[in-house]
């Protein structure tokens, strides 16, 4: 009795025009299998043919013939509707898919998803650690690449075998890889913090000077905006409209004493939904003040306004993200140095650099602060963690007071 797929049309082997390459259609699915004409991607087709023909099922055919490529496309389909806040904001987990699967993109692509094995994940793994990421990376990477797979037999895509196979491949253990250890965070001098203040704007001192003063995460200040805040009691609130634990269902309260009242007040006479502090109104005072010190009297050269470009390839925002903040502070942080060198061979001296640092570890030295002047459990409530180990990694332990202890004991 013949095959009941024998009776079926096959698939027709097509021409994707834009890129070049064959494809073939199953399961209402494309499959590319290399560079239209070639005979690598006739081979191909065969193969998916005959897989196609001898399969019982439509889901035992997509199993069987899913490359990794298409897997990975139907999970980012996926990713880009489930990694999403209440207000319907993608979350960073995104960008961090998007770097985890470039490796396996780039070794596997267009190997087919039912063959995946732990000695190509462990492949996968070695490349991450050609490129210099760092072990605690590499470990959380490879976790979501796991996931795809999971995802892939919740869908019925990939077998349970390729997964559970997958989950034999053990993380990389500290100082016994070739993978690089990250450092850890830690606070910032505050000559180092104050270096930079002439070289930023002034909406990015006041988000510096509000870590500092509130311990919040870079991420919970620059989407600040006036309805958040309550003002009618003291210390203020603010109730970021998203933070890094509300999809657990915790709440984040972060209190704004006089100190960092006085800071955000000037921003607050705005549309109450608009964000606090605005990149285009920096830019915006940006160029006043460039236009304020002026030498070109105004009939000779550029007018203002007459030599900007209809449609820039980038254009200030409403709001700052996390990365342009961070790419603010470096670019500070590089032109205070551009300054000391100058001005240390002016002096015949060794120039003294301010050495790179994030708003992440803003966040870190203002726990610090807190755990030493008010203890761990007032930072813990202040950093809005549940747990004091928590805390612990953000705020350093005091080793002046214990210097000091010890000294008195002996």
Known sequence: MPNAGSSRKPPKYCLHKPSGRAFITLGGRRRY????????????????????????????????????N???????????????????APTSELSCIQLAMKPLRKLYGNALAADFSPKKLIAVRQSMIDKGWTRSSINRHIGRIRHVFRWGVEQELVTQSVWHALMAVRGLQRSRSEARESEPVRSVPIAFINAIEPYVSRQIWALIQ??????????????????DIDTSISPW????????????????????????????????RRDTHAI?????????????????????????????GSNRKRRPKRAAGDRYSVASYRRAIQRAIDAANSVEKARAEQDNRAPQPVARWSPHQLRHTA??????????????????????????????????KAEQIIARIG
């Open 33 to 68: 299998i290399g560079k239209h004409g070639t005979d690598e991607s006739w081979e191909r087709y065969h193969q998916l043919i005959l897989e196609w023909r001898t399969s019982n099922t439509r889901t035992n055919a997509t199993e069987q013939c899913l490359a990794i």
């Open 70 to 88: 298409e897997l990975v496309d139907e999970f980012w389909r996926h990713a880009e509707v489930h990694y999403r806040g209440p207000d319907g």
């Open 210 to 227: 509000l870590q500092l003063l509130t311990a919040a995460r870079a991420g919970e200040l620059v989407i600040m905006r006036p309805i």
């Open 237 to 268: 609130l603010y109730r970021p409209a998203r933070h890094k634990n509300e999809h657990r269902g915790h709440d984040r309260t972060i209190y704004l004493g006089p100190r960092a009242q006085t800071i955000v007040e000037p921003y607050l």
């Open 276 to 304: 606090v502090f605005s990149p285009a109104e920096a830019e915006s005072e940006r160029r006043a003040n460039v236009h304020r010190n002026r030498n070109t009297p105004l009939h000779q050269g550029n007018r203002p």
């Open 367 to 400: 726990a610090t602060a807190l755990r030493r002047e008010h203890g761990l459990d007032a930072a813990r409530v202040i950093l809005g963690h549940r747990s004091a180990t928590t805390t612990e990694i953000y705020a350093e332990p005091d080793k002046l």
